[in-house]
């Protein structure tokens, strides 16, 4: 739908895209915070510190449209819900009369 977050897919070398997923968010965040000269598997993160904040950025527009999605069948839940029971409640009023 057009208000999903659009997913800026990163441009990045395959085998660093393969090592970051390896390693997790959470790992790569940790390791780009405190600015150190580690390695990531064999990948040196300093190195690779624009690939890794671009797969970050990318990782965070997915989980965005996955919560876009969520909220978009929460509304049609509700919206059917609602329907329902305008429904029911014509029906019982076309009862009484």
Not at 25 to 44: F, H, P, S
Not at 48 to 74: C, F, M, P, T
Not at 80 to 96: G, K, Q, R
């Amino acid at each position: 739908m057009w208000w999903w977050t659009k997913v800026r897919k990163a441009n990045i070398p395959p085998e660093v895209r393969e090592t970051l997923e390896i390693y997790g968010e959470t790992m790569v965040t940790l390791v780009l915070a405190t600015r150190d000269e580690k390695n990531i598997g064999d990948l040196n993160i300093t190195k690779y510190s624009g690939d890794a904040l671009a797969w970050l950025r990318e990782r965070h527009d997915v989980y965005a449209r996955g919560q876009d999605r969520r909220e978009a069948v929460e509304w049609a839940i509700l919206l059917f819900v609602a329907f329902s029971l305008l429904t029911d409640i014509a029906i019982i009023i076309h009862e009484w009369i």
